[in-house]
T-cell receptor
Framework: NAGVTQTPKFQVLKTGQSMTLQCAQD?????MSWYRQDPGMGLRLIHY???????DQGEVPNGYNVSRSTTEDFPLRLLSAAPSQTSVYFC?????????????FGNGTRLTVT | GENVEQHPSTLSVQEGDSAVIKCTYS??????FPWYKQELGKRPQLIID?????GEKKDQRIAVTLNKTAKHFSLHITETQPEDSAVYFC??????????FGDGTTLTVKP
């Protein structure tokens, strides 16, 4: 199993550009989520999904959209990039049916917005 | 929503000493408390977890304790080694699946 796969690993955007961060998992996990990590601020939840067709907002959703058309994929869209969105983004999944289940993280995407 | 506070933010110990990191949470519905280790430039990875029906769990040099009444839980690392140097995150989650993380503790083990 590849686990959680994120692409790209690095991305530089200009202010106002849009892009999609890709996330795929092959563990048949129902729960998927996106976090951003900024220095000294831990991991903050952007959006999450408990199954195909279901998404919900986390702590810091503004400026981001998600969709969940399949169990495997959970892309994160930046609508109009801003310098404040410079961060490291992690996708994570877990076996939701087993509610007490650890998160499996992807390797992250380092995004810089100039 | 849930709020998780983690202390200290940085911790430096001599090799062989013990390290303790403490977290408090606010939502009494939280019932799962994992700890993740993140090495520089890498992804967070689970090192140990504890469920709300258990007070203590140990895995070799690592142990976690949970006090539900006081809403706090702690990570204990004994006989620290240089490879234990990393950032450690605590988290609290409910049956809804959402995990709220502490801000992290940077542990440095000096040889």
């Amino acid at each position: 199993n590849a686990g959680v796969t994120q692409t790209p690993k690095f991305q530089v955007l200009k202010t106002g550009q849009s892009m999609t961060l890709q996330c795929a998992q092959d563990m048949n996990h129902e729960y998927m989520s996106w976090y951003r990590q900024d220095p000294g601020m831990g991991l903050r939840l952007i959006h999450y999904s408990v199954g195909a067709g279901i998404t919900d907002q986390g702590e810091v959703p503004n400026g981001y959209n998600v969709s969940r058309s399949t169990t495997e994929d959970f892309p994160l869209r930046l609508l109009s990039a801003a310098p404040s969105q410079t961060s490291v983004y992690f996708c994570a999944s877990s076996a939701y049916r087993d509610s007490n289940s650890p998160l499996h993280f992807g390797n992250g995407t380092r995004l810089t917005v100039t | 929503g849930e709020n998780v506070e983690q202390h200290p933010s940085t911790l430096s110990v001599q090799e062989g000493d013990s390290a303790v990191i403490k977290c408090t949470y606010s939502d009494s519905a939280s019932n799962y408390f994992p700890w993740y280790k993140q090495e520089l430039g890498k992804r967070p990875q689970l090192i140990i977890d504890i469920r709300s029906n258990v007070g203590e769990k140990k895995d070799q040099r690592i142990a976690v304790t949970l006090n539900k009444t006081a809403k706090h839980f702690s990570l204990h690392i004994t006989e620290t080694q240089p490879e234990d140097s990393a950032v450690y995150f605590c988290a609290a989650s409910t049956n809804a699946g959402k995990s709220t993380f502490g801000d992290g503790t940077t542990l440095t083990v000096k040889p």
